[in-house]
């Protein structure tokens, strides 16, 4: 092992005395340059970044993988640089296990039967999630990683630079400030001999008259300062450049959180149009097998943004409405409410009032009508109108 114990020493030196430095600037008791306030503005502005690219990226982490112990498989096996293996979603193994007690109950009975619908569409659910991860972590995480593990690496390895230099920097000013004041003192107590211990070496000949001395010590520290000073401008430069890309970055993790949304979008709308399918399915099945059917015929098909897709699936059934003659509902004596009309509604049939967003209208409550539903009144309109497009007001 080649340790050099005269080059260890002498960086334990240069750490010590930088260390005693910035405590004294810490404390007031020594100068310290100053940065400009765009140089300020810049790192505040990286430091920002960093701090918050982190959080988002470790709730990110949680969100698509909430179990700690998946997660940290995965980070060794990325430390190894070997492949995770493949992992099956919740939804893959429930439809899985569902699958299997189909068999054992018996394919041809309704519990059987209704097994595989929903475990079917339990793994295409989880394989939607997978496909949804796999995306994600690509366009979203990998990027978000790559800025924390590459850029801000090279930005903190180039301030830590940059602070070093400035210490540096200072220590040559405040060795140049001493020189000049020993030198005016010199100049005025004549031939004094100086101290050199800690500006000349021991072996110095103490031949020529301290006034001289002191200027070539003076010479001396301003050549310093000069070689300190264009090393920290040119390093202030460096760093500056590398700050000034944090805009950069920004635009790239825009265009990555706008592929993340897209990926979510896409993968919910899979999930919605699943379950549509689903309820379709189950929807066919007689009322004495499943109970409060599902059925789903009596839902507009409309997108998952549309706010009439989370309409209650217990609406009143045909029969229902059949019975329900608007032109015979009469307000209650209790009085009526005024609404404010949230969304756009188009009426399904001749019963239902049809809204635009944000007018107003007469709301009242009959018996026998389903709570998620109540009769609007227009002018000379009426009809059923749903509560879920409404804001009632006092």
């Not at 990110?60 to 096996?77: C, D």
């Not at 400030?177 to 003192?185: L, V």
């Not at 805009?247 to 993968?267: I, P």
């Not at 989370?310 to 029969?319: A, E, H």
């Amino acid at each position: 092992m080649d340790f050099n114990v005269r080059k260890f020493a002498t960086d334990a030196g240069i750490f010590f005395s930088r260390a005693v430095q910035f405590t004294e600037e810490k404390l007031g008791q020594a100068e310290k340059t100053e940065l400009d306030a765009h140089f300020e503005n810049l790192l505040s502005r990286a430091d920002c970044t960093k701090n918050w690219t982190e959080k988002i990226y470790r709730q990110t982490e949680v969100v698509l993988q909430p179990n700690p112990g998946a997660r940290i498989e995965e980070f060794l096996y990325e430390k190894l640089d070997r492949k995770v293996p493949p992992r099956p979603t919740n939804g893959e193994i429930l439809g899985q296990f569902m699958l299997e007690a189909a068999k054992e109950f018996g394919a041809e009975t309704p519990y059987g039967s209704t097994l595989i619908k929903v475990g079917d569409c339990q793994r295409r659910l989880g394989g939607a999630e997978r496909e949804f991860l796999q995306t994600s972590s690509i366009s979203f995480l990998t990027p978000l990683r790559n800025f924390l593990e590459g850029d801000w690496r090279t930005i903190s390895r180039e301030r830590k630079l940059l602070e070093n230099l400035r210490l540096d920097l200072d220590a040559c000013k405040a060795r140049l400030k001493k020189a000049k004041a020993a030198e005016t003192k010199a100049a005025c107590e004549g031939e004094a001999v100086p101290d050199f211990q800690e500006t000349r070496p021991r072996n110095y000949v103490l031949s020529a008259s301290a006034s001289a001395l002191w200027n070539e010590e003076l010479d001396k520290a301003e050549h310093e300062l000069r070689v300190a000073q264009t090393e920290f401008d040119r390093q202030a430069e460096v760093t500056r450049l590398l700050l000034e890309g944090i805009s950069s970055t920004h635009v790239n993790h825009l265009r990555c959180l706008c592929e993340f949304v897209e990926a979510q979008a896409m993968y919910y709308s899979q999930c919605h149009k699943y379950m549509l399918e689903l309820q379709r399915e189950l929807g066919s099945c007689s009322g004495d097998i499943c109970p409060g059917s599902l059925d789903v015929n009596c839902l507009p098909d409309r997108s998952p943004t549309d706010p009439s897709a989370f309409l209650p699936l217990n609406s009143s059934s045909p029969l229902e409405r059949d019975a329900l003659q608007i032109e015979e509902v009469q307000p209650p004596a209790s009085g009526t409410r005024k609404a404010k009309v949230l969304y756009d509604y188009d009426a399904a049939d001749s019963i239902e009032l049809s809204l635009r967003a944000d007018e107003l209208i007469t709301v009242y409550t009959v018996p026998g009508i389903d709570s998620d539903w109540l009769i609007g009144e227009r002018g000379n309109q009426k009809g059923r109108v749903p509560v879920t497009y409404l804001e009632l007001l006092s």
